[in-house]
């Protein structure tokens, strides 16, 4: 019976239906399927479909937001839940758009794509500052740093937060990935970050793959 709540959840999430999704987790929780395999074998793995079908080009950004707000509606049932039973996150993100740039959809995805494959968000925001992304860095202790610009004249935002993050002595401590329309790979290269990602089906495998929980 706890194949068949899984297997529930999982199509929902992937067909983007949020009452489904969440009636499917009601149903799963009231039968007693623990809330922490409903997470780790029912929403991570239909968020990992919808990053793959994603990249395999049958799936495209409308697709993915709705799949990624329909898991979201499970995971705020879901949340209180895991938080009493101390379950894991495979790791800690803390994401935002650079200063001066205000566009905060791509950024949004990347963050629900994230939480549904099992990290921990914090999320910043719009037009963060090098030296917000610093507080944070220090205050949060994130595995993962994630910048975003669409923008060409923010781009420098990155740069400049690589540097702050140098001059504060943080650098080392956290993994830097990068992201929007305008940026390259040479680009996140140029700058120090420790990976780019063109999209957020590919943020999703480049954050576990630079703090070493997927192969590189």
Excluded: C
Excluded at 84 to 109: F, M, P, S, W
Excluded at 150 to 160: E, I, P, R, V
């Amino acid at each position: 019976m706890e194949l068949v709540h899984l297997d529930a959840i999982r199509d929902a999430v992937i067909a983007g239906k949020q009452d489904t999704v969440k009636e499917a987790v009601l149903r799963a929780l009231e039968e007693g399927v623990r809330p922490e395999r409903l997470l780790n074998e029912g929403l991570i793995p239909a968020m990992s479909r919808v990053g793959a079908l994603f990249e395999e080009k049958e799936f495209f950004v409308p697709e993915m937001m709705v799949a990624a707000i329909a898991m979201q509606a499970g995971l705020a049932l879901l949340k209180p839940l895991l938080s009493a039973t101390d379950a894991e996150y495979v790791g800690k993100v803390v994401i935002g758009t650079v200063k001066g740039d205000l566009h905060d959809i791509g950024k949004n995805l990347v963050g629900m794509m994230l939480e549904g494959t099992g990290f921990k968000v914090v999320d910043l925001g719009v037009d963060v500052s090098a030296e917000r992304f610093v507080v944070a860095v220090r205050e949060e202790r994130p595995d993962i740093l994630g910048m975003s610009a669409l923008l060409t004249t923010t781009m420098g935002g990155m740069d400049s937060t690589m540097e702050a993050l140098e001059k504060a002595g943080v650098r080392g401590a956290v993994k830097v990935i990068v992201g929007g329309a305008p940026l390259t790979e040479e680009y996140a290269t140029r700058i120090g970050a420790d990976g780019y990602a063109p999209d957020a089906g590919k943020a999703t495998s480049l954050a576990r793959r630079v703090i070493g929980i997927a192969p590189g």
